[in-house]
C-alpha cells in the first residue's frame, strides 16, 4: 500500500494549503491474483523467513519454490484469478524519473502508478509503461528469451541523477553473469540524445549476492559484492539459501556510468550494506604524476553482521563462527565513509579511506535530491536511543530520533586525524551525549521523538528559494503508541500524524498535521514536486480489480 499526504492549493490566488490524504493498494499481478484465487490460502511468493530460517529443510525450500513457479503457470489457465505475469510485490521505494511515478521491489521491474491519486498504471520496462498511449515494443529491462523474467528484475533503489536526468540501475540475478546494469536517459526529440544501455554486464561478481542498493556518482557507479550470498545452490552446501560469510570479503566495484566493462575492484573486511547515503567523484591535485587523478567517495550504512535480515524475518540471528581477530567488530550500523582512488593499472586497488564518521547508530540515510550525486554537505536518518540500531527490513522500526550528519565536517576531521582503518570513528559520542551537547556548530544533530512517539523515514523537502542546503524541512510519519492495547495490536481509531520539522535547527515542529488513519510502519518514500505531479506522461487508464 501507498500512503502519501497531498497539498493542495485552496483559496484566491490558490495562497491556500489543503492537506489531503490519500492511499491506495498498488495493483501488482501477485495482489490481483491473491484477491481473484478463490483456492489460495496462502502467499503466492515465499517469505524472507523461509530462505534464510537454518531450521528450514532443503526439501521444503524447493516445495516453495516449485509451488510458486506452479502458482505462477496455472494462473494463466481459466478460473484460476488474475495471471501472473510479474512477482514483484512494489513494496520497497518510491521514485520519480522522465514523467513517471515509480514503485520498486528488487524481484521484478517498476510499477508506474499516477500522481496524486496513487492509482496503479502498470509495469515499466525502460521504454514504456503498459496502459500508456504509445507502447514500445523494443526491449528494455530483461530483454527477450527464456532468462527475460529474471534478468529485468531491477533494484529497488535505481538512482536518478539531478543533472541529466538519466535513470541508473541495476540487475542482480541467480545466473551469470549475475549482475548487470542500465542506464535510461530521459526522452528527448534532439538528436544528440544517449542511447538507452539495458542490461551491460558488470564482471568480476562471481556468485549470486543479495544486493539492495549501490553508489551513484555523476560520472560512476559503484558495485557492492558483500559476503552476503542469494544463492540455491548453498543448499546442496547445508547452509541457507541467503547466508552471510563473516570470514569472506567485501567487494566494491567502480566503473564509468556507461562502461561497466571497465570496473575497477576494491577489497575489504566483510559487511553487509543496505543502503547508501551519497556517491561523489573528487579529482585529486597531487604532485605526483604516478597517483590517481580522480577518486571516488561512498557514504554508506555499513552492518557489521547480518543481523538485520534475519530480524526482517522475524528470527534469532544465529550463532557466528568464529573469525579472524582482524575481521572481529561489535554489533553496529553506522555511517561510514569509504574513498576509491582509481587507477589505470589492472588488479584489486587499494582503499584510501574505510572508517565511520560517528558511533551513533544510523539507518534509512538521505541528502537534499539536489544535491545527490555531488559533495552534499548533510546526511538526514533515522535513529534510536539503544546501544545498537536494531531496526529491521520489512518489520516495524521503532524509531525514536532523527538524525542529521554534517558529514564535510567529520569526513575533514577524519582525513586530518584518520581513525583506525576499517574499526575506526571520527566522532565515538553516544547518542546521549550528542544530545547534551550545547555546540550549535555540532555536526551531528538528533531530533528526539516526544516519548512513545515513533517516526519513519524522513524525507528533505527543500524551501521554494533556499538559501542553504539544509535550508528547508523534514517530513515523515509519526504515530504514538499509546494508541495499542494491551496485546500491541492498534485501536480501531488510531490515527497517524505527519510532521513537518525544521531540518536546518533540527529542534522544532513547524506542523502536525492529523490523518484520518494510520499509516503503518513501512520502509521508503519521497516528496514530489508540484512540477512533477504537472509533467507526468499520459496514460490511457490505470489497473481496476474487474479487468
Not at 502519501?4 to 491506495?24: A, D, Y
Not at 581477530?325 to 553506522?334: H, I, K, L, S, V
Not at 532523527?402 to 565536517?409: G, N, P, Q, V
Amino acid at each position: 500500500m501507498l500512503s502519501g499526504v497531498l497539498f493542495r492549493r485552496v483559496g484566491e490566488k490558490n495562497t491556500g494549503i489543503q492537506p489531503e490524504f490519500v492511499n491506495q493498494y498498488l495493483l501488482t499481478d501477485v495482489y490481483c491474483h491473491a484477491k481473484s484465487n478463490k483456492y489460495l490460502r496462502r502467499p503466492v511468493v515465499p517469505s524472507i523467513a523461509t530462505l534464510v530460517d537454518p531450521a528450514v529443510s532443503m526439501l521444503r525450500i524447493i516445495l516453495e519454490v516449485f509451488r510458486t513457479v506452479f502458482l505462477v503457470m496455472i494462473s494463466r489457465l481459466p478460473g484460476f484469478g488474475r495471471p501472473i505475469k510479474k512477482i514483484s510485490v512494489a513494496n520497497t521505494s518510491v521514485l520519480f524519473h522522465n514523467g513517471r511515478a515509480l514503485a520498486t521491489c528488487e524481484s521484478g521491474p517498476p510499477l508506474r502508478f499516477a500522481l496524486p491519486s496513487l492509482e496503479t498504471i502498470g509495469w515499466f520496462h525502460g521504454r514504456t509503461a503498459e496502459n500508456e498511449p504509445r507502447h514500445s515494443s523494443e526491449s528494455g529491462f530483461g530483454g527477450t528469451g527464456v532468462k527475460s523474467f529474471m534478468r529485468e528484475w531491477t533494484t529497488a533503489h535505481p538512482r536518478v541523477d539531478p543533472v541529466t536526468k538519466e535513470l541508473i540501475t541495476f540487475h542482480a540475478t541467480f545466473v551469470k553473469p549475475f549482475v548487470r546494469c542500465s542506464v535510461v536517459p530521459p526522452t528527448s526529440k534532439s538528436s544528440t540524445e544517449r542511447q538507452p544501455i539495458f542490461d551491460a554486464p558488470v564482471p568480476g561478481v562471481e556468485s549470486p549476492k543479495m544486493m539492495h542498493d549501490f553508489g551513484v556518482s555523476r560520472n560512476h557507479t559503484v558495485i557492492m559484492d558483500l559476503p552476503l550470498s542469494l544463492d540455491t545452490m548453498n543448499l546442496l552446501r547445508g547452509v541457507p539459501s541467503l547466508s552471510y560469510d563473516s570470514a569472506g570479503k567485501s567487494r566494491f566495484g567502480v566503473f564509468p556510468r556507461h562502461q561497466p566493462d571497465a570496473v575497477q575492484w576494491f577489497e575489504t573486511n566483510p559487511c553487509t550494506i543496505f543502503h547508501t547515503a551519497n556517491c561523489w567523484d573528487t579529482l585529486l591535485q597531487d604532485t605526483d604524476i604516478n597517483a590517481p587523478r580522480a577518486s571516488v567517495n561512498l557514504v554508506v550504512c555499513r552492518l557489521t553482521s547480518a543481523a538485520m535480515v534475519f530480524s526482517a524475518g522475524n528470527l534469532p540471528t544465529p550463532e557466528v563462527k568464529p573469525v579472524p581477530p582482524e575481521y572481529a567488530e561489535d554489533e553496529q550500523c553506522r555511517l561510514y565513509y569509504y574513498n576509491f582512488p582509481l587507477s589505470e593499472n589492472a588488479g584489486i586497488q587499494y582503499i584510501r579511506h574505510q572508517w565511520a564518521l560517528s558511533a551513533v547508530s544510523l539507518e534509512f540515510p538521505s541528502v537534499a535530491p539536489a544535491y545527490s550525486m555531488q559533495e552534499a554537505r548533510y546526511v538526514y536518518g533515522c535513529s534510536t536511543g539503544e546501544a545498537s540500531y536494531t531496526v529491521a527490513l520489512g518489520k516495524a522500526a521503532k524509531i525514536d530520533h532523527l538524525a542529521k550528519f554534517d558529514i564535510r565536517t567529520l569526513i575533514a576531521r577524519g582525513v586530518a586525524n584518520p581513525p583506525q582503518p576499517v574499526k575506526g570513528c571520527v566522532d565515538t559520542r553516544s547518542v546521549a551525549q550528542v544530545l547534551d551537547s550545547k555546540d550549535p556548530e555540532d555536526p551531528i544533530k538528533l531530533f528526539r521523538m516526544p516519548d512513545g512517539w515513533y517516526a519513519q523515514e524522513p524525507r528533505f523537502v527543500p524551501r521554494a528559494e533556499p538559501q542553504s542546503e539544509d535550508d528547508g524541512w523534514l517530513l515523515t510519519y509519526a504515530f504514538n503508541e499509546a494508541q495499542l492495547d494491551v496485546k500491541g495490536e492498534c485501536l480501531p481509531d488510531a490515527v497517524s500524524e505527519l510532521w513537518v520539522i525544521d531540518a536546518k535547527s533540527m529542534n522544532e515542529v513547524v506542523a502536525r498535521i492529523k490523518l484520518p488513519q494510520r499509516v503503518p510502519y513501512g520502509l521508503h518514500g519521497t516528496w514530489f514536486s508540484e512540477d512533477e505531479i504537472n509533467e507526468q506522461k499520459p496514460f490511457e487508464r490505470v489497473r481496476a480489480m474487474a479487468q
